[in-house]
């Protein structure tokens, strides 16, 4: 969902009270142990251990390129320290590259590894791989975007995008005193996050009859995102909003909007928070970002596959990670800061 380098992302505001097969018992703080088990080579043994007895988990997300999945490895990586067991770290390519998934899927199940950490590209796709590494003894937890079957994922840890949609709706209403007209840019239709932001945006936008939506664009880099603005921005000069539906969206549109010298003048509100998203939130580009808690995701994700692979017992089939809604004025709120700088595991 992002392009950034940076381990800047969003974070760790406090482990969620959980009890889940697989999901962690409640923890009111994050602390890393010392030392990264990443890696990206195949696993060698059958469901709970390999062949020399060291247990390995696959973390397939979307995507590695942006600074939303580098948190979700930090969080795995953290998890992966504390429980010393050995992290896979693979995504496609290119994000959103459904197929590739798919093959690194096959790939780690047929490289015998002892759980896998998904995030789904697509949301039907990939339930027939889901289904047949939990067929040969791989337990699955997905984070994120999940996938149309229950029974293709031990646990699902993600935000409740859908309220995240509607929180992204009120807070550009409350920008626009409640009317104008908006363009929404969205990054993957079929991908569960990205359907379920728009549909909890189009259900609040509908409480302010004054507003419009006059263009809705899809695009999952922020080169599409930035030709999208150029033409959402070209086609409708009247243009008064946009909502970005995940970073690479966010990145775009704050560009185009600061270089057309539109830059406060179209509101703009995006989801996530990488290191450009919080330099254009400071600098008036954007005026709200709707804040995940990815460390979470993938440091519960690890966690709570770990206790299917040791048998647990799992009681929940989801766990909301948490979001924040983030403006200027409560960007330097210590809780938000923690967020949007997660803990680094050590080396």
């Known amino acids: 969902m992002r392009k950034g380098s940076s381990w800047f992302g969003l974070a760790a505001a ?44 696959a973390v397939i997300p979307k995507g590695t ?7 979700v490895k930090l969080g795995a990586d953290a998890a992966g320290a504390e429980e010393k067991v050995e992290i896979i770290w693979q995504g496609p390519d290119k994000e959103g590259d459904i197929t590739q998934q798919i093959n690194l899927v096959q790939t780690q199940v047929t490289n015998k590894i002892s759980g896998l950490v998904l995030a789904a590209t697509d949301s039907n796709s990939l339930v027939r791989p889901l289904k047949d590494a ?3 003894g791989v337990p699955v937890v997905t984070i994120d975007s999940g996938v149309n ?20 709706a009120d807070a550009l209403a409350k920008e626009l ?11 993957q239709k079929g991908s569960a996050s990205n359907d379920e932001r728009e549909k909890g945006f189009l259900e609040n936008i509908k409480k302010y009859p004054n507003i419009k939506i006059v263009s809705s664009l899809e695009g999952s880099d922020a080169q599409k995102a930035n030709d999208n603005t150029t033409n959402m ?3 409708n000069p009247d243009l ?17 909007l600061k270089q057309k010298g539109l830059a406060g003048k179209v509101k703009l509100v995006a989801y996530d928070s990488s290191p450009e998203e919080l330099k254009a939130l400071e600098e008036g580009s954007i005026q709200a970002l709707v804040v995940q ?28 990670s948490g979001m924040t809604v983030v403006t200027k004025a409560n960007l330097s709120d210590p809780k938000v800061q923690k967020l949007v700088n997660p803990p680094i595991p050590k080396k």
């Open 14 to 57: 406090g482990l969620l009270a959980v009890t889940v097969t697989g999901c962690p018992k409640e923890k009111t703080e994050t602390s890393p142990a010392a030392g990264s088990t990443s890696g990206s080579g195949s696993a060698g043994g059958a469901t709970a251990a390999t062949e020399n007895g060291s247990i390995k988990i």
């Open 65 to 71: 390129a942006h600074s939303f999945w580098q948190t």
């Open 134 to 136: 939990q067929a040969k």
């Open 149 to 168: 079957d229950p029974n293709a994922s031990l646990c699902y840890i993600a935000t409740d995008n859908v309220e995240g949609g509607r929180r992204a």
């Open 177 to 187: 005193g409640e009317k104008g007209k908006v363009g929404v840019l969205l990054f």
């Open 233 to 235: 921005i070209t086609s």
């Open 240 to 256: 008064n909003g946009i909502f970005a539906a995940n970073e690479p969206n966010g990145v775009g549109a704050a560009a185009v």
């Open 293 to 320: 808690d990815p460390f979470q995701m993938g440091y519960l994700g690890v966690k709570t596959v770990l206790k299917a692979i040791r048998k647990q017992q799992i009681d929940k089939k989801t766990i909301d």
